[in-house]
């Protein structure tokens, strides 16, 4: 699976956007970007997934570049219980176990 | 609604004495993940079940085995915990390995003295 590198952090008011930017510019043609995000002391939680075209579920909006090497996750009106580890990971759908690698992570604050 | 559920949430064990973490699903799913998530690193995993096909990552150390008696359950062995040992271990599912989506379990922190 392809590596990422994300900000180690990132700030955000509360009720403002959030994008954070992740870059994977040994992408493969079959390799999704996916988007996860841990609370403190809770598990990781999915948050959404793409190959190159944009996609948006009720949690955020994930925008890919043209060329696939870099994503930005959007989470729209950001609140305090937002503040998390965002991963963004790389993998081939359906490779065998699904096993998910993650990378470092962007830590998000969500200020008041 | 708890469809992961790890017990316990907090474990505390002794240098050298077996703990055994446990994990449930509600969810019927055929694939069951154990992470191992030591402070302010990510998860890393250790090992899957698909059904009752074990699969241990490369480089996971012999210390760590685990057990799936049944579709709802998975345990987590460390038979000779260390210092090193201590960490968070997450429990996850996915329906199958098609599947993109994994269900975590709130994990269980384990402590060793």
């Known amino acids: 699976d392809a590596k990422t590198t994300q900000p180690t952090s990132m700030d955000c008011a509360e009720g403002r956007a959030a994008n954070l930017p992740c870059n994977h510019s040994t992408i493969s043609g079959n390799e999704y970007v996916y988007w996860y995000r841990q609370i403190h002391s809770q598990g990781p939680q999915y948050i959404i997934h793409?190959?190159?075209n944009n996609e948006t579920n009720e949690m955020a909006s994930l925008i890919i570049t043209e060329d696939r090497k870099s994503s930005t996750l959007i989470l729209p009106h950001a609140t305090l219980r937002d503040t998390a580890v965002y991963y963004c990971?790389?993998?081939?759908?359906?490779?065998?176990?699904?096993?998910?690698?993650f990378g470092g992570g962007t830590r998000l604050m969500v200020k008041p | 609604d708890a469809m992961v559920i790890q017990n316990p949430r907090y474990q505390v064990t002794q240098f050298g004495k077996p703990v055994t973490l446990s994990c449930s699903q509600t969810?019927?799913?055929?694939?069951m993940y154990w992470y191992q998530q030591k402070s302010s690193q990510a998860p890393k995993l250790l090992f899957h079940?698909?059904?009752?096909?074990?699969?241990n990552e490369a480089d996971t150390p012999d210390n760590f085995q685990s057990r799936r008696p049944n579709t709802s359950f998975c345990f987590l062995d460390i038979r000779s915990p260390g210092l090193g040992d201590a960490a968070m271990y997450l429990c996850?599912?996915?329906?199958?390995?098609?599947?993109?989506?994994?269900?975590f379990g709130p994990g269980t922190r384990l402590t060793v003295t």
């Open positions: 990971i790389v993998r081939v759908e359906g490779n065998a176990g699904n096993m998910l690698t």
């Open positions: 793409g190959l190159k």
């Open positions: 969810l019927n799913h055929n694939v």
């Open positions: 079940y698909y059904d009752k096909d074990f699969n």
């Open positions: 996850a599912t996915s329906r199958d390995s098609w599947a993109y989506e994994q269900y």
